[in-house]
């Protein structure tokens, strides 16, 4: 697979196809609001902490395999670690993207089904959630439901609105009931010879953590992903809720109130490493978009050298 550089942030539904941004899904599942802008400053205490809680962030680790058969072949569980062991494509990789649904509100899973329909017709490979599916067991647990029903496996990360112990618990519990469903705070790495996608949970900014125990990354938990980085045999692809600080308003991070409000720690990340590709939420104005790392807008499918 060419390598090229493509970011997109997904307030609306949207599938990737080989890493490429395909057809316009359907409408959100949640009408786009408005984000504040970032400006408290941080406490002392939190600015001096270097890592996230391991319940938030895991590590990087091998555990006892586990094999999961899907509807597109077998998927290995090893610690941090899922790899597409049957039946994967080494052309391309189709993924269904979806994030900030917010809630399981009748309204949600009504457009969530139409979404898993869109997803079937696309013969999606996997489908991805890039943080804010719930605030409640009992939400994040219908979601799940819905998205879980292709039997494809599902890759969902936390966002700034979860709480850890609520959404560790939610996916726990799906996971048992349908054990395609990966949870990203712990897989750090998913391993497809198209793309490796590797997961950053959480958010940068305390400010906007809706929970008490959110959960926010740190410096550390990015180098640590450079570790993780450094060992992929594929493109990677990032997954996490916030995505990089960019420039002007075709950007990902640029908000209603006109400013960019990305994570400028990010960058480097994208510069320094095999990262070509990324999936980030959150600012719901960016809705369905792709752009390059500057944030230059892209056309549907196409191709960034």
């Known amino acids: 697979m060419k390598s090229r550089s493509l970011f997109i942030s997904l307030g609306l539904i949207g599938a990737l196809a080989a890493c490429q941004s395909k057809t316009e899904a359907p409408a959100p599942a949640k009408k786009a609001e408005a984000v504040a802008e970032p400006a408290k400053a941080e406490p002392a205490q939190a600015a001096a902490q270097t890592k996230a809680d391991p319940a938030c962030v895991g590590a990087a680790g091998e555990g006892a395999p ?25 052309d391309g990789i189709v993924l269904g993207a979806i994030t900030d649904i917010k809630d399981g509100a009748d309204e949600n899973i009504a457009n969530l089904k139409k979404a898993v329909t869109f997803f079937t017709a696309e013969k999606v490979d996997a489908i991805v959630v890039a943080g804010d599916s719930g605030e409640t067991e009992e939400h994040i647990t219908a979601v799940l439901d819905v998205l879980a029903a292709p039997k494809v496996p599902v890759f969902i990360v936390i966002g700034n609105r979860e709480s850890k112990t609520v959404f560790n618990k939610a996916v726990a519990a799906a996971s048992i009931k349908y ?27 305390p400010d906007y953590l809706h929970a008490e125990d959110g959960c926010r990354y740190f410096d550390g938990d990015i180098k640590e992903l450079e570790t993780i980085v450094a060992g992929l045999n594929s493109p990677g692809l990032l997954v996490s809720h916030g995505g990089p600080q960019q420039v002007g308003k075709d950007a990902l991070d640029y908000t209603s109130q006109g400013n960019n409000v990305g994570h400028d720690a990010l960058l480097p990340l994208f510069k320094n490493t095999n990262i070509p590709f990324g999936i980030f939420g959150n600012i719901h104005e960016a809705g369905g978009r792709a752009t390059d790392l500057a944030g230059a807008k892209l056309a549907v499918g196409a191709e960034h050298p």
Do not use: M
Not at 66 to 74: F, H, I, M, S, Y
Not at 77 to 82: C, E, L
């Open 66 to 90: 586990q094999l999961v058969e899907t509807a597109n072949g077998k998927w290995e569980r090893n610690g941090s670690t899922v790899t597409w062991k049957e039946g994967a494509n080494a």
């Open 179 to 205: 054990p395609h469903v990966f949870n990203l705070n712990q897989v750090r790495r998913v391993d497809t010879p198209a793309v490796d996608l590797v997961s950053l949970p959480g958010y940068f900014n």
